[in-house]
């Protein structure tokens, strides 16, 4: 008897990192077809993060009040910016130190 500890989260990147540092810990995500205006679920499973959220388009398919997914849109797009300038902060050169 092994004891199994599970977990299912979205849109926690840290994470996603986790399994590079925890041998442990793995990432699954499911394959969805978006060639079309929905979102459809292919239920194949393969290892690895997902390479795209689709968290807020499953919210609107459960219908979930639009205030929700108007605050959710919103923090999504807060987050984005704020890693987007993180990573431009990371790829700048270092500056010298200024004379004295």
Do not use: C, W
Not at 13 to 40: C, F, K, W, Y
Not at 49 to 72: D, H, K, M, N, T
Request: proline share 9%; hydrophobic share 40%; aromatic share 6%.
């Amino acid at each position: 008897y092994q004891r199994r500890v599970h977990g299912f989260a979205t849109h926690f990147h840290e994470m996603t990192r986790m399994s590079a540092t925890h041998p442990n810990i793995g990432n699954l995500h499911v394959t969805v077809d978006t060639s079309q205006e929905d979102l459809v679920m292919l239920y194949s499973v393969h290892a690895g993060p997902s390479s795209r959220s689709f968290g807020i388009r499953v919210a609107e398919l459960a219908r979930f009040p639009a205030p929700v997914i108007e605050r959710a849109k919103r923090k999504a797009a807060e987050l984005e910016g704020a890693t987007a300038a993180a990573v431009a902060a990371q790829r700048q050169p270092p500056q010298p130190p200024a004379p004295a």
